[in-house]
T-cell receptor, first 114, second 115 residues
């Protein structure tokens, strides 16, 4: 009964470091997405994917890369971390897109960039 | 660009009260409206999804209504309990988008229910 699993739960990075936030779902969902949540800004879409091999940009994609090689996994890569990327990151999935289906969210990764 | 606003930003009530949370959106061309709950340090949990053709959805003590023409939705919580304390968010898929559109979220209402 795992649902959407995000790892790590917490991470501290130095400016300029790179890292990958992992997201996996076991519900065979085609649609997966990444959001960041910041005080006063709410949740904003970073990237999304409608299926394996297909990704697209959301509202705030700069500084982030994604790929979708399998249905289950949708990792988010920070190529060169910046303090502005300090945030809580959420991964979400659904069988189809949000036009039809409620989104299932992971518990988030809390990322601090020093 | 779709904008979603939630009022009030915070609400504190005694246990047992019925309460209403409000959500408004600027573009009425939506596919659905979704209400979520977020507990501190946790992700979002889907509560209700109202399709654009529907007026209401109910789940237990929760009732959500949708008036697409006026760009408004309300979440009604009956007989509130301390366990209802959380942040409540509404979200709509990107106006004019496909089924794979992008969700636009409101800023949320922080609800505290006192014993």
């Amino acid at each position: 009964n795992a649902g959407v699993t995000q790892t790590p739960k917490f991470q501290v990075l130095k400016t300029g470091q790179s890292m990958t936030l992992q997201c996996a779902q076991d519900m065979n969902h085609e649609y997966m997405s990444w959001y960041r949540q910041d005080p006063g800004m709410g949740l904003r879409l970073i990237h999304y994917s409608v299926g394996a091999g297909i990704t697209d940009q959301g509202e705030v994609p700069n500084g982030y890369n994604v790929s979708r090689s399998t249905t289950e996994d949708f990792p988010l890569r920070l190529l060169s971390a910046a303090p502005s990327q300090t945030s809580v990151y959420f991964c979400a999935s659904s069988r189809q897109g949000p036009g039809n289906q409620p989104q299932h969210f992971g518990d988030g990764t809390r990322l601090s960039i020093l | 660009k779709q904008e979603v606003t939630q009022i009030p930003a915070a609400l504190s009530v005694p246990e047992g009260e019925n309460l209403v949370l409000n959500c408004s959106f600027t573009d009425s061309a939506i596919y659905n409206l979704q209400w979520f709950r977020q507990d501190p340090g946790k992700g979002l949990t889907s509560l209700l999804l109202i399709q654009s053709s529907q007026r209401e959805q109910t789940s237990g003590r929760l009732n959500a209504s949708l008036d697409k023409s006026s760009g408004r939705s309300t979440l009604y919580i009956a007989a509130s309990q301390p366990g209802d304390s959380a942040t409540y968010l509404c979200a709509v898929p990107n106006a004019g988008g496909t089924s794979y559109g992008k969700l636009t979220f409101g800023q949320g209402t922080i609800l505290t229910v006192h014993p």
